[in-house]
Structure formats: C-alpha cells, structure tokens
C-alpha cells in the first residue's frame, strides 16, 4: 500500500530497520570506546605511563589490566628461558615469585604466565616489554607495579644461578650471561 507521499510501507519499515540497526551500532561503538577508555585508563594508573602510544604497545602485546602484573616478570622469563628451555627449578622460582607479587593461581595473569612457561614469548616481545617496563620505572607512579630496576636485576640472577652448576648453585650460561646484560643495558638505558 502507499502513502500520499509515494512510499509503500514495505520500503517505510526497510528504512526504519535500517536506522534502527544503525543506531545500535553506533551505541555498541559508543560502548566499545568506553570501555576501551577504562581499560586504557587501568592500564595508566598501574604501570604509571600516560604515553598513549605505549599504552597501545602494552595492549598489542597481550597486556590487560588482568595480566600487568605479569609485566615485571618478563626479564624474568627472558632468562629462564635464554637456554631454550625453562627448567623445575625455574618455574618453581618463576611462580613463587608470581604469588608474592599477588598474581593468583587461576587468575588471567597466571594463565598468561603458565603459557609463557610452556611457550617462549618471542624476541620482539621480550624486547618490547623490556623497553615498557623501563619506561614504567621512569614513572613510578603505578602503585601496583612497585619494583625497581635493582630488584628485576636480583630476581633475573636468581634465576641465572636456579638451575646452574652442582646442585643447580653457581653456573650461570653464557646464554643466560648475555640475557643478563642485555636487560641490564634495558634498565640502564632508561
């Protein structure tokens, strides 16, 4: 049937679909850049870096506010696992150190962590996250994030000396040496 203007009903209720269907895309945008700001926002406040562009590298590289907690533990794992595999001892050391930095088990962040026991995080993201994490200490802000460059260090040895020489004491590998220096240089660079 058609009006006086000349538009039957069936185009009528097409055209009322159609920005209908818009505007709830609009309002799942609205929504999505929302919480895409919150998620920003917890990002900053916990590591206390306001650098948008290193906001979204923490993003890109997997990090939620769920998971930051895992952010310091990255030199960490760059060691364990500089002699291509991450020994019991390691994961052991590796995940005790991960409870007493309040990253439950079960938790988003220990499953990230359990993974990156199993799998080796690439190159780049050792990389990355090493450059973040000097930029995090840059500003210490982020309460959640409390560590200083000396105790990463301290860890990282730790775990350099965890499955070394008699009885897992005193060898570190040239691996693992040249793992050292590098997140040393990392953290000095800063």
């Known amino acids: 049937m058609s009006n006086n203007d000349g538009i039957t009903d069936d185009v009528r209720k ?20 929302a919480a895409d700001a919150a998620t920003r926002k917890s990002i900053e406040d916990a590591t206390g870096i306001h650098d948008p562009e290193q906001i979204q590298e923490l993003q890109a590289l997997g990090f939620t506010p769920e998971t930051l907690p895992l952010l310091p533990l990255i030199p960490v794992l760059q060691v364990a696992w500089a002699e291509g595999g991450v020994s019991a001892a390691e994961r052991t050391m590796i995940i005790d150190l991960a409870r007493s930095r309040d990253i439950a088990a079960g938790s988003a962040a220990d499953a990230q962590l359990q993974e990156w ?4 995080p690439s190159d780049a993201t050792f990389r990355k996250a090493s450059r973040l994490i000097a930029a995090m200490l840059d500003h210490p802000a982020g309460a959640e994030m409390q560590v200083s460059a000396d105790d990463l260090m301290k860890y990282c040895e730790q775990i350099a000396h965890a499955s070394g020489g008699l009885f897992g004491i005193g060898k570190v590998s040239a691996g693992e040496k040249a793992a050292l220096q590098q997140i040393a240089a990392q953290l000095k660079a800063r």
């Not at 159609?18 to 309002?27: A, C, H, I, P, S």
């Open 14 to 33: 097409r055209e009322e679909e159609y920005f209908r269907r818009k505007d709830r895309e609009l309002l799942e945008r609205m929504r999505q850049s």
């Open 117 to 120: 026991l199993e799998e080796k």
